[in-house]
């Protein structure tokens, strides 16, 4: 049943995230491109606003899917089962909430990614797997099944705290915010 409720909600999820990997992706042609026009003020114009995109439209569905959930992993798990709506709907109303974060992850990486930089997103996903691995034989035996669903959440604020720190310690992303606070200060 535990399992009829996690494949719902990860169609959903899957569904809800569509946005913010198309706009993710866009931003590693975004990088790439004003990254060969020596525009790295333009890269942060557009980390700022695909941010700001994504995060809206993470928000949006938070909000959302706290209320709708309970409907939707009914209607995809053709079942109305109390067990199986209940532990479908949380999964969804937990993840959700962290969706802001993911959406910063996935620009992060894809931008990084566009500025040629190939090892500093794979640090991210040793970092997904190490925590996964933590997950498996630490926290999900103790927790079961909310220990899965913190899993992914927990360990996409880590990760997106290293590609934060390596993002916005890259030389062109500082002369980027350079050129645009002078920008602004003239």
């Not at 992706?25 to 994504?54: E, H, Y």
């Not at 053709?78 to 709506?85: K, R």
């Not at 996935?106 to 794979?122: D, M, V, W």
């Amino acid at each position: 049943m535990i399992i009829s409720a996690q494949t719902a909600a990860r169609r959903i999820m899957t569904f809800a995230l569509l946005p913010m990997t198309a706009i993710s992706a866009s931003m590693t042609t975004f990088a790439s491109q004003n990254l060969g026009a020596k525009r790295p003020d333009r890269i942060v114009q557009g980390l700022r606003i695909g941010s700001r995109l994504s995060i809206s439209w993470a928000v949006f569905v938070c909000i959302f899917l706290f209320f709708a959930s309970p409907a939707l992993v009914s209607f995809l798990a053709s079942s109305t089962d109390g067990y199986l709506i209940e532990n479908g709907s949380l999964y969804l109303q937990i993840s959700s909430a962290f969706y802001p974060i993911l959406s910063l992850l996935l620009i992060y990486r894809n931008c990084l990614q566009g500025l040629g930089q190939k090892i500093l997103p794979l640090v991210s996903s040793f970092i997904e797997l190490i925590g996964k691995i933590v997950f498996v034989v630490l926290i999900i035996p103790w927790a079961g099944y909310k220990g899965v669903i913190l899993c992914e959440p927990l360990i996409w604020v880590a990760m997106t705290v290293q590609l934060y720190f390596s993002l916005f310690r890259h030389p062109l992303i500082k002369e980027g915010k350079a050129i645009l606070a002078t920008k602004v200060q003239s």
